[in-house]
């Protein structure tokens, strides 16, 4: 089985603030990997797929990067609607998400 | 605009069965690898089950092999998770997702619905 390992599991930030996001795979799960976001009450949303591509209507102040197994979600520039908590997915093999990163005002 | 709403949740006792069911529109649904995700209480996204566009290949995570059964009816637009021998660990809310071209990426996902295991 695949382990998804996201850092940190919380981050305190500030609208305007860049905000980085790890996701740490126990394979190499080459570039399959895609990063959600969630809202309180709501079903996730897909801002990510193959590590770096964009989904179609996400801002660009969303990005992906990495391979192998080690990624990051980069947020540059915060805004008041991004205050949610972010999973990472492997879809390498089946199907693993990490255990979420909650983002919330600091 | 996609479409995917859940239906059949609800309080169960250990041991016991349901089906959840979710309803398509809005795309062409037999082209698409559809999927089940849940989420217990406070907890994390859980990859449940995968099935193919035309049923011929079902895939399931470990801890529901042998009691969850995913099928499909293209005709009817309709996904469904038959639940058996029902565990308390199983209670969560559990979202219909429509897969990307790609299988196990979910780019369109229900409202959920809530499963509760419980005596």
């Known amino acids: 089985d695949i382990q998804m390992t996201q850092s940190p599991s919380t981050l305190s930030a500030s609208v305007g603030d860049r905000v980085t996001i790890t996701c740490r795979a126990s394979h190499n799960i080459r570039s399959y990997l895609a990063w959600y976001q969630q809202k309180p009450g709501k079903a996730p949303k897909l801002l990510i797929s193959?590590?770096?591509d964009l989904e179609s209507g996400v801002p660009s102040r969303f990005s992906g990067s990495g391979s192998g197994t080690q990624f990051t979600l980069t947020i540059s520039s915060l805004q008041p609607d991004d205050f949610a908590t972010y999973y990472c997915?492997?879809?390498?093999?089946?199907?693993?998400f990490g255990q979420g990163t909650k983002v919330e005002i600091k | 605009e996609v479409q995917l709403v859940e239906s059949g949740g609800g309080l169960v006792q250990p041991g016991g069965s349901l089906r959840l069911s979710c309803a398509a529109s809005g795309f062409t649904f037999s082209t698409y690898w559809m999927s089940w995700v849940r989420q217990a209480p406070g907890k994390g996204l859980e990859w449940v089950a995968t099935?193919?566009?035309?049923?011929?290949?079902?895939y399931y995570v470990d801890s529901v092999k042998g009691r969850f059964t995913i099928s499909r009816d293209n005709a009817k637009n309709s996904l469904s998770l038959q639940m058996n021998s029902l565990r308390a660990e199983d209670t969560a809310v559990y979202y219909c997702?429509?897969?990307?071209?790609?299988?196990?990426?979910?780019?369109?996902w229900g409202q959920g619905t809530l499963v509760t295991v419980s005596s």
């Open positions: 997702a429509k897969d990307k071209f790609t299988a196990m990426i979910f780019d369109s």
């Open positions: 099935i193919r566009k035309d049923g011929s290949e079902k």
């Open positions: 997915q492997q879809y390498n093999t089946f199907s693993t």
């Open positions: 193959k590590a770096s």
